[in-house]
């Protein structure tokens, strides 16, 4: 199956993908986020839930977890918005990317995005991993660092599509159809482990239903992703992909609601 994890490599400062979650320990190894595509993937089995409609306003719990890559605090926790559109244009070195994160899909998630964008976590920050492989094709952004292991120095759980399902349901381990221009959070696995790094989708690809969905990218923004896509990865990536051939440095990123 394809994976989005973390792996731990002694001595590894490998930039893998889709979570964010830092090994701030003092020990010899690091904890870095893997994809690995498998021969034997089975097809995906269907497509996402429906969205979730509009709400009202939620609490979030955003956990401490070791240290930020860069500094930034903690997003508000309480009367989180679960209703409407955030509007994001993100500036990068290979041209404009805009984003439409949903607030009812995500709240918590949004708004954890939306308070780093605002303290400018994102800005001057390198996307670190290209994935091409058939079924998986995505851009990874959202580490300062460009190792794969940063984060903003806290977590927060999983949202859509993961809580339509019982905890441990086999459904969780079946690939689903995240659809081209899907803005997806990475994650270690492990549960309250998203943190700062996202992925966004830019072909249809197979993933298991346990990576935050919160919103999707305009099609003139799919066009810079796949003009980067086209020229390749360095393929320094044990699991598959590498950093992008031609280089994506986010420049800034504003919220216009």
Not at 114 to 122: D, T
Not at 125 to 150: E, N
């Given at each position: 199956?394809?994976?989005?994890?973390t792996?731990?490599?002694?001595?590894?400062?490998?930039?893998l993908?889709?979570?964010?979650?830092?090994?701030?320990?003092?020990?010899?190894?690091?904890?870095?986020?893997s994809?690995?595509?498998?021969?034997d993937?089975?097809?995906?089995?269907?497509?996402?839930?429906?969205?979730?409609?509009?709400?009202?306003?939620?609490?979030?719990?955003?956990?401490?977890?070791?240290?930020?890559?860069k500094?930034?605090?903690?997003?508000?926790?309480?009367?989180?918005?679960?209703?409407?559109?955030?509007?994001?244009?993100?500036?990068?070195?290979?041209?404009?990317?805009?984003?439409?994160?949903?607030?009812?899909?995500?709240?918590?998630?949004?708004?954890?995005f939306?308070?780093?964008?605002?303290?400018?976590?994102?800005?001057?920050?390198?996307?670190?991993?290209?994935?091409?492989?058939?079924?998986?094709?995505?851009?990874?952004?959202?580490?300062?660092?460009?190792?794969?292991?940063?984060?903003?120095?806290?977590?927060?759980?999983?949202?859509?599509?993961?809580?339509?399902?019982?905890?441990?349901?086999?459904?969780?381990?079946?690939?689903?159809?995240?659809?081209?221009?899907?803005?997806?959070?990475?994650?270690?696995?492990?549960?309250?482990?998203?943190?700062?790094?996202?992925?966004?989708?830019?072909?249809?690809?197979?993933?298991?239903?346990?990576?935050?969905?919160?919103?999707?990218?305009?099609?003139?923004?799919?066009?810079?992703?796949?003009?980067?896509?086209?020229?390749?990865?360095?393929?320094?990536?044990?699991?598959?992909?590498?950093?992008?051939?031609?280089?994506?440095?986010?420049?800034?990123?504003?919220?216009?609601?």
């Amino acid at each position: 199956m394809i994976r989005l994890r973390t792996t731990v490599a002694a001595g590894a400062g490998l930039a893998l993908l889709l979570a964010g979650c830092a090994d701030d320990s003092a020990s010899d190894t690091t904890t870095t986020t893997s994809i690995s595509s498998e021969a034997d993937q089975p097809p995906a089995s269907g497509a996402l839930p429906e969205r979730p409609a509009d709400g009202d306003p939620v609490s979030c719990t955003y956990t401490p977890d070791g240290q930020a890559a860069k500094e930034v605090t903690s997003p508000s926790d309480s009367d989180v918005p679960a209703a409407g559109i955030a509007e994001v244009s993100m500036t990068t070195s290979a041209g404009p990317i805009g984003l439409l994160l949903d607030r009812a899909s995500a709240p918590c998630t949004v708004n954890s995005f939306v308070s780093l964008a605002e303290q400018g976590y994102f800005d001057d920050t390198p996307c670190h991993r290209l994935v091409t492989s058939p079924g998986l094709q995505v851009l990874q952004c959202g580490d300062p660092t460009g190792t794969g292991t940063g984060g903003p120095g806290y977590g927060f759980d999983t949202e859509y599509p993961e809580n339509f399902y019982a905890k441990g349901a086999p459904q969780l381990r079946q690939p689903v159809v995240y659809p081209r221009g899907t803005i997806a959070m990475a994650n270690t696995g492990q549960p309250g482990s998203n943190g700062s790094q996202f992925f966004l989708v830019y072909e249809d690809s197979q993933l298991p239903p346990t990576y935050t969905v919160f919103g999707t990218v305009d099609e003139a923004g799919l066009a810079v992703i796949e003009e980067v896509a086209a020229a390749g990865d360095d393929g320094s990536m044990s699991a598959g992909g590498g950093a992008p051939n031609r280089p994506v440095q986010i420049e800034s990123v504003s919220v216009s609601s």
